[in-house]
């Protein structure tokens, strides 16, 4: 008998048709000998439509009564999908993220969870239920407020409750059947991947690839937590995320896929100072302003004028925030102007097989400039390789580098079943 | 400065507008000096579509998850609200029931309060901040789980945390100015009572006056806690409810009101033979069915047959498991047959000058007979007498007992402030 955490997304619970085809899963999961636990989102828009009602009520509610807000959303689809096993004749057992033991820091709508203890949990399983429980959400160690995970909190949470009950599999299920070798909309031909690295799968989330968030594969790799990408609408097998040491039968292809990401914006601080230590102050700005920077490039020094140029990307969502922090100490460091662009794209390569095959980035820019596209910056890993472009090339620089990398399948594979969101 | 708890239903929150509305009053409250904490029941009709969603999913959803559901309502009410406050510049904390210590027995659906703790709401209001408590709702001593309170919950929440607190007063903010003589949909010229018992308020409560409910009353009597209804859509003093040995300087009227309930049905069990313990045994059938009878009448026995008629009144959503329970121990009994009627209603006439002035009673039927309308059964208790009438009287006998005992104002007082239910 194993024990199963599943993940089903807003999508999969969007209405009460849907809840019930995700309850017969679940149930048929069950019925199969294992025991189960299902971390579940908010249905469908819910989410959207409170933090709409909170704008209604106050420009800038506080963080503690927004968790208290948005929480009631997982509360609705967790009691509804417990409901739905119960008509199957299933007991059912649903559980708020303060319930299951999901202990935070204070950081409200981003917390990080520091602990798990799902006594709850486990006795719900002990007695012969399946545990529903709210993702998103847990309990502030301190304060004991409620608090929200913020971005990719659900996936989290399933992954955390995994480890902590020590979990055969973390199966994540979307409205697609896995991790593709790039976004089918933009190439058709993309490819499922059957298995990657937590290494790989990191690289991929980081560089834009939405399906899963980065922090819940970090959590995964910790704990040694296998991941299975599903699609909620189809009994395929979709992309397993584990160890690669201990996949060493499978076949490791050099190339996993071709990410891209349109979120990010590029700033360049013009005519810096050539001197130890403008670099370090530009940062340091940056960081005490909460920005987390992506890709940095910086000029060799012009030795006419003594000056060079730094250009960093950013969430665009940030570029209003940062260009406020640097134009506050222009006069301090000296720089002449900043420029700002937010139509750029990062296409990135992500594969463990780049460490031992040195050809793959001449490959990379080869096919790119066949493309027609100009590279704006580049930045490189161990198992990755990040180009900067116009947004508008994006879609010709991704379909340019998956054909050059032989990732194009025979045929589509790849089905959109859900509608909206995730 | 004074401790006080306000309770606002579902439709002075019924929206962001009414939201931010009442924000205003509770800190206009805080304001004058006075420690705050505000009980608060879900949003308009939120409950009543969390409900439907539930019925979509299972058509009969297990308690335990149904609560589980419907208490999503208050939560997103009172973190909506204490947005609203901080947005004025207060500082606001919500709190579930089980945060503010509200606990209960396990009958989910109808769950009593047992204990209330509220450490984090005296914390709260020792802080300086507002503290907003979802009504309706609290957690189950022994197994920990949600639970809610059912019918009149916010107003029992928001009593139970005045007596816990040791408040000095609890309002509770409805859409009609108070408490009046007579439904004044049915009698334009109903007065406001400025104050009644705490006894009296019982049997308005008992007998269809729909403003309080009768466990409210009764939990607010045993703590003697003093209550102000009133409008949350006017600045008007409303209806004071206290201990009448109190107000001894308040005119004390020998008629409080009139109330009416049409949600009554009468059974009567004809031909029953007239042996002890019949009747005894019709009421425990009735009682292990879980109903709780109102009114009861019996006949005297016809000499001729040995046999008598047993009326009596219950909730009419309960007339069908009392036929069914009765027709299975039809044979045992003896008894011919089962009458139905859900076409009655039920007038009472309530004050506690009733004790003292013996002629009520009579005045009372004389004017329901000039109004043309026949008594169908009678019952009494010191400071009440109730009469069961066609429904289709009901609104003439209210009319003509309201005038007989000359309780019509000069002119009409009362106006209904909001619009779709509490």
Redesign the interface.
């Known amino acids: 008998m194993a024990l199963v955490v599943q993940k089903y997304g807003g999508s999969s619970v969007a209405d ?1 048709e849907c ?2 085809r995700v309850a017969q899963r679940i149930v048929a999961t069950k019925k199969a000998g294992n025991d189960v636990v299902v971390v579940v989102s908010a249905m469908g828009d819910t989410t959207d439509e ?1 933090i709409d ?2 704008e ?7 963080g ?3 968790d ?2 948005l ?3 997982e ?2 689809s ?3 999908l ?3 096993i ?2 199957l004749g299933h007991e ?3 559980f708020t993220g303060s ?1 299951a033991g999901v202990i935070t820091d204070d950081s409200h709508g981003k917390a990080r969870i520091i602990d798990v203890t799902p006594g ?1 949990i486990r006795s719900a399983l002990d007695d012969g239920s399946i545990a529903i429980v709210a993702g998103f959400q847990g309990v502030s160690q301190n304060s ?1 407020d409620i608090t929200t995970l913020g971005r990719g909190g659900s996936d989290t949470t399933a992954v955390a409750l995994a480890a902590a009950l020590d979990a055969d599999v973390c199966e994540i299920y979307t409205d697609v059947d896995g991790v593709f070798t790039a976004d089918p909309r933009i190439v058709p031909t993309a490819r499922r991947i059957p298995s990657i690295s937590y290494e790989e799968m990191m690289e991929m989330a980081a560089c834009g690839a939405k399906i899963l968030h980065l922090r819940c594969v970090e959590y995964a790799r910790r704990y040694n937590i296998p991941i299975h990408v599903r699609s909620s609408f189809s009994q395929r097998t979709g992309t397993w995320i584990a160890d690669s040491t201990e996949g060493s039968e499978m076949e490791q292809a050099i190339i996993s896929g071709v990410a891209h990401d349109r979120s990010e914006a590029k700033v360049t601080v013009v005519g810096v100072p050539d001197k130890v230590g403008e670099a370090a102050t530009i940062f340091s700005v940056l960081s005490d302003a909460g920005i987390n920077l992506d890709m940095i490039v910086q000029n060799v020094s012009a030795a006419a004028t003594g000056r060079t140029d730094i250009s960093f990307t950013l969430p665009a969502t940030d570029g209003q925030t940062a260009l406020t922090a640097l134009n506050k100490v222009k006069e301090r460091i000296g720089f002449e102007s900043l420029q700002y662009d937010d139509r750029i794209g990062k296409i990135s390569l992500i594969g463990a097989g780049m460490r031992s095959h040195p050809g793959v980035t001449a490959k990379f820019f080869s096919a790119i400039a066949e493309a027609g596209v100009n590279i704006e910056m580049i930045s490189t890993s161990e198992i990755r390789i990040s180009v900067v472009v116009s947004q508008d090339d994006v879609e010709a620089a991704v379909t340019a580098a998956h054909r050059a990398f032989e990732l194009d399948a025979d045929q589509v594979e790849a089905v959109v079943y859900g509608g909206t969101g995730r």
């Not at 209604?56 to 506080?62: E, H, I, N, Y």
């Open positions: 009460a809840v019930k409170l009602l909170a209604q009520v106050s420009p800038l509610p506080p503690r009564e927004l208290m807000l929480t009631a959303g509360r609705i967790m009691a509804l417990a409901m739905a119960a008509n059912a057992r649903s319930q709850r004991k």
